[in-house]
């Protein structure tokens, strides 16, 4: 459907997150505390279940602070639903197995967890006159370049450098993107395995092992409107422990063909003649060791492939879910109450 240069959250040539483009500008007003170093561990609810405070952990010590208006919660896709049934709002019967007094019955609080999965590991080697060298844009040069001048390589996203929009599973929506694909401008094992593959299992740096030091760019298939579900759930009524997060990826069969297109798409993508005239840009096809079995790009060998070097992007979303009241699912209405 088209490309774009990838977006990101920048100012200035620097990444900003929501607390430096809201957060610190609004500390100069008046009614407005920021409180650092605390931690929410309960909302606290009146007689009529109505949120007028909370409570938080704060040096060691439980304190409370009370609304005058109103409680916004406000936590993120995981601690937001723990919180929520830390204070007794949430599925009742996953409440009281954990021994949490039930004081709002919403089944929704935690379920509904959607992230746009995503596929390493399609790759292409490029000609070494071309250099898109991980070392050549976070080197010294390229540091003092940036400090000085906030130019040069490390002024623009390092990961990404296009993005591609297709729709290819939704025919009966074409206007709508259903996948997006990544160009990384790096091989994965390019470093060497520092830093791309650091935490990786050892048999996948070993599958990289025979580029390792090697230029070369990736392309990243990734699901826009995912159809799998997963869930957000306490591990226990202690509110220090981390939730339990099941992404539940690829569980919908729609989610896991489109995946498959999605995976050959890359492939063809990246094989486009352009790259290989003005790159010199050469398929990694080396198959993975555990779906060697298979034919080499079958659909079977991709459906393996699929599966094994799948990922979550870190975007989770829709564990509080906004519905009208109809839905038993609901957690919030469309005025976020
Ligand atoms: C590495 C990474 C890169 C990303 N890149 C992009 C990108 O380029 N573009 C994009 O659109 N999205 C990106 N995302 C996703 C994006 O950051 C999230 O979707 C977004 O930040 C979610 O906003 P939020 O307000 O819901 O939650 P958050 O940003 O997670 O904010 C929740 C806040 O609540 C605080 N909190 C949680 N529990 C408690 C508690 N009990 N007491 C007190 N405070 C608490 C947390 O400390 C946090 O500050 C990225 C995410 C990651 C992890």
């Known amino acids: 459907m088209g490309s774009s240069v990838f977006q990101l959250a920048i100012k200035n040539r620097e990444r900003m997150s929501s607390a430096d483009a809201f957060l610190l500008p609004g500390l100069r007003r008046r009614n407005l505390k920021l409180q650092t170093n605390s931690q929410v561990i309960e909302i606290i609810l009146n007689a009529d279940n109505k949120a007028i405070g909370v409570k938080y952990v704060h040096n060691h010590k439980v304190k409370r602070a009370f609304a005058q208006r109103e409680v916004i919660i406000s936590a993120g896709a995981a601690d937001s639903p723990k919180l929520l049934m830390l204070s007794g709002i949430g599925p009742k019967e996953h409440l009281e197995k954990l021994g949490i007094k039930s004081r709002v019955n919403l089944p929704g609080v935690g379920q ?166 003005a790159l010199g840009a050469e398929p990694f096809r080396d198959p993975i060791p555990d779906c060697a079995h298979f034919e080499f790009e079958s659909d079977d060998y991709w459906r393996c492939f699929v599966v094994g070097m799948s990922t979550v992007t870190a975007h989770m979303t829709g564990t509080c879910k906004m519905a009208p009241d109809s839905d038993p699912m609901a957690v919030v209405t469309p005025r976020l109450k």
């Open 112 to 277: 509904n967890y959607q992230d746009h999965v995503m596929v390493y590991g399609i790759s292409w080697t490029i000609h070494p006159n071309v250099s898109s060298s991980i070392f050549s844009r976070i080197g010294i040069k390229a540091m003092l370049n940036y400090k000085e001048r906030r130019s040069g390589p490390l002024a623009s996203p390092l990961g990404v450098c296009a993005l591609y929009h297709l729709n290819i599973g939704s025919p009966q929506e074409p206007h709508v993107p259903d996948t997006q694909i990544n160009m990384g401008c790096a091989l994965e094992g390019q470093d060497y395995g520092l830093m791309a593959l650091s935490g990786y299992q050892q048999s996948v740096r070993d599958y990289y092992r025979p580029v390792f030091g090697r230029d070369g760019f990736s392309m990243i298939p990734m699901l826009a409107r995912p159809k799998s579900v997963g869930s957000i759930t306490l591990r226990s009524r202690n509110p220090l422990d981390p939730p339990i997060v099941d992404p539940n990826c690829l569980s919908h069969p729609d989610d896991l063909s489109l995946m498959i297109k999605a995976a050959k798409a890359s492939r063809k993508l990246g094989n486009a003649k352009a790259f290989r005239r």
